[in-house]
T-cell receptor, first 112, second 115 residues
Framework: QKEVEQDPGPLSVPEGAIVSLNCTYS??????FMWYRQYSRKGPELLMY????GNKEDGRFTAQVDKSSKYISLFIRDSQPSDSATYLC????????????FGSGTRLQVQP | SAVISQKPSRDICQRGTSLTIQCQVD?????MFWYRQQPGQSLTLIAT?????????ESGFVIDKFPISRPNLTFSTLTVSNMSPEDSSIYLC????????????FGPGTRLTVL
């Protein structure tokens, strides 16, 4: 079983829809949770960063972490065609290994 | 965020040859990482490179195959040695920016095809 599980999609939604992307994880030591957006043939771009549990909002994006369920989410409101990309969740513990453990990524397509 | 560049951006190489990938950062960073992303897959850590010490390799990756240099706080290289088609992948360097969250930022990647 992978440490981080993410539905690979692809997920296709109409423009303006609310998108929900999710990851589950098994390592209870994870404390830092990130979402990266990766456009085709580009490097991952840091989108959202959360420490421990709770919500964080940035414009149309909201990240949620539920440590009791080992479940994290990224919500995109009023989705735009420019949001079409692969979204990767990533996480790491507070101490020890500093490298990130990634989910497999979800491909999102927003149809105009 | 940190500005990270990688060279080359892409290359096509013959089996048995070696390729060195360069990663340059616009500011001094302690921790740099090298990841591999195979087609349609997520990122897998190859090694962690700290300036002034030997790189730390993940299980399944060895120094003879992926030697890494980290001569200063803004630069690192990854060499893919004795390449085979299975090494065809995107190679990404990332850096950790020190602060409360210690965010990690990625370079644009090097797309390698081995024939």
């Amino acid at each position: 079983q992978k440490e981080v599980e993410q539905d690979p999609g692809p997920l296709s939604v109409p423009e303006g829809a609310i998108v929900s992307l999710n990851c589950t994880y098994s390592n209870s030591a994870f404390q830092y949770f990130m979402w990266y957006r990766q456009y085709s043939r580009k490097g991952p771009e840091l989108l959202m960063y959360t420490y421990s549990s709770g919500n964080k909002e940035d414009g149309r994006f909201t990240a949620q972490v539920d440590k009791s369920s080992k479940y994290i989410s990224l919500f995109i409101r009023d989705s735009q065609p420019s949001d079409s990309a692969t979204y990767l969740c990533a996480m790491r513990a507070d101490t020890g290994r500093r490298a990130l453990t990634f989910g497999s990524g979800t491909r999102l397509q927003v149809q105009p | 965020s940190a500005v990270i560049s990688q060279k080359p951006s892409r290359d096509i190489c013959q089996r048995g040859t070696s390729l060195t990938i360069q990663c340059q950062v616009d500011s001094q960073v302690t921790m740099m990482f090298w990841y591999r992303q195979q087609p349609g897959q997520s990122l897998t850590l190859i090694a962690t490179a700290n300036q002034g010490s030997e790189a730390t390799y993940e299980s399944g990756f060895v120094i003879d195959k992926f030697p890494i240099s980290r001569p200063n706080l803004t630069f690192s290289t990854l060499t893919v040695s004795n390449m085979s088609p299975e090494d065809s992948s995107i190679y990404l360097c990332s850096v950790e920016r020190q602060g409360f969250y210690n965010e990690q930022f990625f370079g644009p990647g090097t797309r390698l095809t081995v024939l």
